[in-house]
């Protein structure tokens, strides 16, 4: 049966969980309102920057913090539940950071349940709607931690690593995977909650309780139309197989965010890779340019959902997120788009071969112990006399009678039905609580795949080996079949038969001891035929041994084949080992190569500071040097004006010398001499002050003189002074220049710092040849 594109296609859905305690607190601390990045309508999410809507991913349904597990699984998981049973795989699968909410969604709490419980819920209903039907479940749970398989269904002391294995019809499998057949929904959600106490949690700065593996639970369903064993019809019908596989993922982290260490450290990191290794296949299926090898093997979890991922089943995608984290819903919902462009292949499986299913092997066995039944109680009418001498006989075949109606029983139940499921009606039918033992099949996985070939005899010496303390959990649960969740085993269809046989026969006494030999002749034949029918069975025994041996061998081929794979894998590993082994040479010359690379920065940085220490000297010099220059001016100034104040003070001092000679001269005249000599005495006074003034006036001009030669000094001092400046400056720069051209290897960045260089230190370089000058001038001047 084949779908249309729309169920082909991988549905996935976004559900945002409420901001959690750890988020609002964090927000009291900051006593800030949470940053919202995102935005989320029934079909799209935005990216809020601002308040503005930056980039929109669409998906076929969000679901907004409100909206409850039960809106999400009516919605999205129940469509896929309802066609497991119709025959088609399926799985839902929850992605997401940690603490995002795949186990709330996944599992969910008493009171909240979660997608698992709802979906077995919906089995036991959905296969009421088929009363044509006849069905046969099974279920497992198994744990991916770190890369380990195990199975959640057995006690810890007795769990192992499991292998995946490809079967020849290329289906994978988790070989000694253990299988429950489960008859109500009671019993399933036993085997649920025992799987999720086995499960590996951990407290991490996110996540108080933290998923820190994969786990997948499985219900296998057969189905068949009904035929009925008690009227010996064994009609040879299809059988149908689907699988549901309910996945919670661990949720990737940072180390530093969940501030993960020691054990927690290994286990994210396993984490993480697994989840890698998921996006990368998803990426490649949803790549229609890209067809061709997918490898699934990179990761257990990959490979176990292989026919999940591209192939036979329907699969949804339900990625959880919160809107108080941006770059982790981010790429959460990249993730999801991309898991959007996926395609499957879903379609119904039907098996014909009885060893495939469990089912058309249970109806056998059934037909045929009615057959045997019919053929012991044949034995009737015995005499008192007789029963004394078949009295043992008899109880051999009560026994075997016994034995035979408890194995129909036990197998009729094991097969649901819609009207064993219906609700208890009043009237007074005979109840059976589940078969009072559970029926356990360790490695039942073999038979999904055709590669086992127990016999039942088998099945049942593994039924009286089963863990005792399953029962235990078990056995409470299935009296809960009438109070908890009004489902009831309806035997009306079985019934035994040959319980006739304690009916006697009455005789006459004339004729009893006639009548006593014909009986014994006829018991004697009887026997005979016994004899004859058990050596038949000896027979057919003996076929099945040497079927069993002819399987033996098989085995041993097949042994003998994974001896050769496990050789070719150690080769791998070796050549791996080589690889590593090369690697590791290469990270060591890488290291020293870091190494020496660390040293030349070392030297580098030691000449950049000792060049550094220099240009701090020559700037200090330079500073030195113009305040040495300003004390030199302000000095000559200082002298000049001395040297100025000076000749002033002495002219004056001069002038004044010449008055008092002058006032003493005409004192002397006015009391010494007569008319003509003092006329002679003031004519001489007059040149005499005439020369003095004319000394005083040469004196002047000289000194004049004198100062502008000084300040043609200062002037040309000035100009020494800026030509000093620009040679510093042009000193920087070629220090620049020169770094960067030992630092530097790009032509580019050279250059533009070459076109900033002054004209006069580009000459400077281009005169002193400098080679990086001369190499930039050729390549880039025109
Ligand atoms: N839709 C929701 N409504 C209310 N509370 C929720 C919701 N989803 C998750 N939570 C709460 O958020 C916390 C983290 O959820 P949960 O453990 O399911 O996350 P997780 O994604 O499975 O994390 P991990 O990957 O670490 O296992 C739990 O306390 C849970 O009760």
């Known amino acids: 049966m084949s779908v249309s594109a729309e169920e082909s296609a991988v549905k996935v859905c976004v559900r945002v969980r409420p901001l959690i305690e750890r988020e609002e607190r964090a927000t009291a601390e900051d006593s800030v309102p949470a940053p919202l990045y995102w935005k989320a309508d029934r079909k799209s999410i935005h990216q809020l920057d601002d308040g503005v809507t930056t980039k929109s991913f669409s998906y076929d349904r969000v679901f907004s913090s409100s909206e409850t597990t039960n809106h999400l699984y009516q919605d999205i998981a129940k469509p896929l539940v309802v066609s497991a049973v119709e025959g088609y795989n399926g799985t839902i699968f929850a992605y997401g950071q940690t603490s995002s909410g795949k186990t709330f969604t996944m599992m969910g709490s008493k009171l909240v349940p979660g997608v698992i419980p709802l979906s077995m819920e919906e089995v036991f209903q959905t296969i009421q709607n088929y009363p044509q039907k006849e069905f046969l479940l099974g279920v497992s749970y198994m744990e991916i931690y770190n890369e380990t398989v195990t199975d959640l269904l057995v006690d810890n002391w007795k769990r192992k690593p499991l292998e995946v294995r490809e079967a020849l019809n290329k289906n994978i499998y988790v070989a000694d995977l253990t299988e429950e057949l489960v008859t109500c929904l009671a019993q399933a959600l036993s085997w649920v909650f025992k799987g999720e106490k086995n499960r590996h949690y951990g407290k991490t700065k996110m996540n108080e309780r933290s998923s820190r593996s994969h786990t997948i639970f499985r219900m296998i369903l057969e189905s068949r139309e009904k035929s009925d064993p008690a009227s010996g019809d064994n009609s040879e019908g299809a059988i149908i197989v689907s699988h549901l596989n309910l996945v919670d ?21 396993n984490i993480n890779r697994s989840l890698f290794t998921l996006a990368q296949v998803i990426k490649k299926l949803s790549d229609e340019s890209q067809r061709g090898f997918t490898n699934y093997r990179d990761s257990k979890l990959t490979r176990i959902l292989q ?49 495939v299913s469990l089912l058309k092997r249970y109806r056998n066995e059934i037909v045929d112990l009615k057959r045997r039944l019919q053929e012991v109680s044949s034995v009737t009418h015995v005499t008192a006399t007789e029963k004394e001498s078949l009295s043992q006989l008899l109880q051999e075949k009560d026994q075997l009678q016994k034995e035979q109606q408890d194995r129909i029983k036990n197998l009729t139940k094991l097969l649901v039905t819609g009207s064993s499921l219906m609700p208890a009606k009043k009237i007074p039918t005979r109840r059976f609580t589940w078969g009072g033992k559970l029926v356990r099949l ?87 035929a016994n004899v004859a029918s058990l050596e038949g069975w000896l027979e057919e025994e003996r076929g099945e041994r040497e079927e069993a041996q002819a399987n033996v061998a098989s085995l041993e081929g097949r042994l003998e084949e994974e001896r050769g794979e496990r050789e070719e894998a150690q080769a791998n590993v070796a050549s791996l080992e080589g690889r590593l082994e090369e690697e590791r040479g290469e990270r060591e010359e890488a290291q020293a190569n870091v190494a020496s690379l660390e040293e030349e920065r070392g030297e580098a940085q030691a000449r950049l500071s000792s060049l550094q220490k220099e240009w701090q000297l020559h700037l200090l010099l ?39 000679r002058l006032a003493d001269l ?18 001489r006074v007059c040149e005499t002050l005439v020369s003095e003034k004319e000394r005083v006036f040469a004196e002047r001009d000289y000194l004049r003189q004198e100062m502008e030669l000084l300040l043609g000094q200062v002037s040309s001092l000035e100009k020494e002074k800026g030509s000093l400046a620009q040679e510093l400056r042009d000193f920087k720069e070629l220090e620049e220049f020169k770094a960067l051209e030992d630092d530097c290897s790009d032509d580019e960045k050279v250059w533009s710092c070459w076109t900033r260089l002054t004209l006069p230190t580009r000459l400077r370089l281009k005169h002193y040849e400098h080679v990086y000058a001369l190499n930039i001038m050729n390549t880039f001047t025109p």
Not at 467 to 481: N, R
Not at 638 to 653: D, N, T, Y
Request: with cysteine.
């Open 249 to 269: 993922l661990a949720g990737s982290a940072q180390a530093s965010q969940t501030g993960a260490e020691g054990a927690r450290f290994k286990e994210g990191c």
């Open 442 to 528: 360790s490695g039942t996985t073999e038979r999904d795949v055709g590669q086992s070939d127990l016999s039942f005899a088998e099945h049942f010496s593994r039924k009286r080996k089963a863990d005792s303390s399953s029962m235990e959990l078990l056995e409470e649960d299935e009296e809960c079949h009438e109070e908890d969740y009004s489902f009831t085993t309806d035997t009306g269809s079985v019934r035994a038969r040959g319980d006739s046989s304690d009916c006697v026969s009455p005789s006459g006494s004339g004729q009893k001891e006639a009548d006593l030999e014909r009986r014994l002749e006829e018991e004697r034949e009887e026997a005979q």
């Open 307 to 355: 026919n999940s991922l591209g192939g036979n089943a329907k699969t949804v995608i339900i990625c959880t997120i919160t809107m108080a984290a941006l770059e982790e819903t981010l790429s959460t919902l990249q993730f999801a788009s991309t898991a959007k462009k996926m395609k499957n292949d879903p379609h119904v499986t039907e098996v014909s071969d009885v060893s």
């Open 622 to 660: 330079a500073r030195e040097k113009r305040e040495a220059w300003e004390e030199v001016e302000r000095l000559e100034q200082r002298a000049l004006e001395l040297e100025v104040q000076r000749s002033a003070q002495a002219q004056e001092q001069q002038v004044q010398m010449l008055e008092l």
């Open 666 to 683: 005409q004192e002397q005249s006015h009391t010494e001499a007569g008319p003509d000599e003092q006329f002679e005495e003031t004519i």
